[in-house]
């Protein structure tokens, strides 16, 4: 359906939701994989509204689309919705991931909730906000972020380019104003060995044991450590294994194993150190490991008394933490206050069966667009 013919909110989500644009890192369950086709209709569509709009391209066929909305006077702060136009893969789905199909009260597939749900919702406000646009306190601005749900790389490269004052991130948060999340970080764990044949195990030294036992003394200081400190909204820190690898053969001894963790620190934890503290516990824990850091997110610890912050709790919501992690952090890592708010649910994003509930994305232009009053010079919000 062309942007310029739309009736609805539900319109845009179906139309965002059948078009493929599945993060091609890792398997991604398709050959339709990349942005650009959406970020072209999404450029579409703010050109429709009045927006001057530019396609940046980040990586080959996978650009950001950036969109600016005029002002009455030069020199206002600039505020950013952002959702991602990427998804994940679409291996394994139950409902056609492409279709857009509206079944008792839901409409499914990949990206329904995460976030092609709330970046609807966002660019629906705009549209129908569009005629107050001009002289509202803030210059608006939109981007639709390629590259979230594999390195946050969209928002990394928009945050190079720009300079915010506030962001306003897209995410399924259901009625919640996430001023903070945790802080992924990923580390690898690696034992080794020495072969044998399995007939004689007490001639070589195994891998696979000497990993499992490090996990288990990881997992037991970890938690020791992690159980002091708490957060009001975040809870404590936590650690997962996500994979574990080891072995050639099912009658050699293994002389390799390693494992990857998952681990989602409070932003007080790696602010203090950027978790040095945490990468000495595990040491102490597995001396005979090699332990590498092998990536992860930045923290988002925006204050919930921000004016900004304070108007969109305002406007319907309420200020709130989450486990998770998202482009938010990027621009809160350069110091701007962001947060990250939008309709569905985040149980509901990534699964096989990925929907958004009608009325809750009907709510969410109407959410948005009372934020977006709320910033006419000297207004209150209205119903």
């Known amino acids: 359906m062309k942007a310029h013919s739309l009736t609805s909110v539900v319109d845009l989500a179906q139309a ?16 339709l994989t990349g942005e ?19 396609l940046r391209e980040v990586l080959p066929g996978r650009p950001n689309v950036v969109g600016r909305f005029s002002s009455e006077t030069e020199g206002k702060p600039k505020l950013l919705f952002a959702p991602h136009t990427d998804t ?44 107050i646009l001009p002289r509202l306190t803030h210059e608006i601005w939109f981007a639709g972020l390629m590259g979230e749900e594999a390195g946050l790389i969209g928002a990394q490269a928009l945050a190079a380019q720009e300079k915010f004052d506030f962001v306003v991130v897209g995410e399924p948060t259901s009625g919640t104003v996430v001023c903070i999340h945790k802080v992924e970080m990923t580390v690898r764990l690696t034992a080794s060995g020495r072969a044998a044949h399995s007939s004689k195990p007490e001639l070589g030294e195994n891998a696979i044991l000497k990993l499992t036992r490090g996990l288990l003394a990881v997992e037991k200081a970890l938690g020791d450590y992690f159980g002091g400190i708490i957060h009001p909204m975040l ?10 690898r080891g072995g050639s053969k099912f009658n050699i001894v293994p002389d390799h194993a390693e494992a990857v963790i998952d681990l989602r620190l409070l932003p007080s934890q790696w602010k203090a150190d950027r978790a040095a503290e945490v990468m000495r516990v595990m040491a102490e824990a597995c001396p005979d490991l090699k332990i590498e850091r092998l990536g992860g997110s930045e923290a988002l610890d925006t204050d919930p008394g921000h004016p900004l912050v304070q108007k969109l709790v305002a406007a319907g919501a309420v200020p709130g933490g989450a486990p ?18 939008g309709p569905g649910f985040i149980e509901q994003a990534h699964t096989a069966d990925e929907f958004i509930a009608i009325l809750d994305l009907e709510e969410g232009p109407e959410y948005f667009k009372r934020f977006l009053r709320s910033l006419e010079p000297g207004a209150a919000i209205r119903d």
């Open 36 to 54: 650009q086709a959406c970020a072209e209709y999404v450029a579409d569509f703010l050109r429709s509204i009045g927006a001057e709009v530019e």
């Open 16 to 31: 965002l939701i059948r078009i493929p644009s599945v993060n091609p890192d890792g398997d991604p369950g398709t050959d």
């Open 235 to 244: 809870g404590h820190s936590t650690f997962s294994v996500g994979t574990i």
């Open 324 to 341: 998770w992690f998202c482009d938010a952090a990027i621009f809160s890592a350069q110091g701007i206050p962001a947060v990250a708010v």
């Open 88 to 131: 994940v893969s679409v291996a394994g789905m139950t409902v056609d991931a492409f279709g857009g199909e509206i079944r008792d009260g839901r409409l499914y597939g990949r990206g329904a909730s995460d976030t092609k749900g709330p970046m609807a919702a966002m660019l629906w406000a705009l549209r129908e906000s569009r005629d």
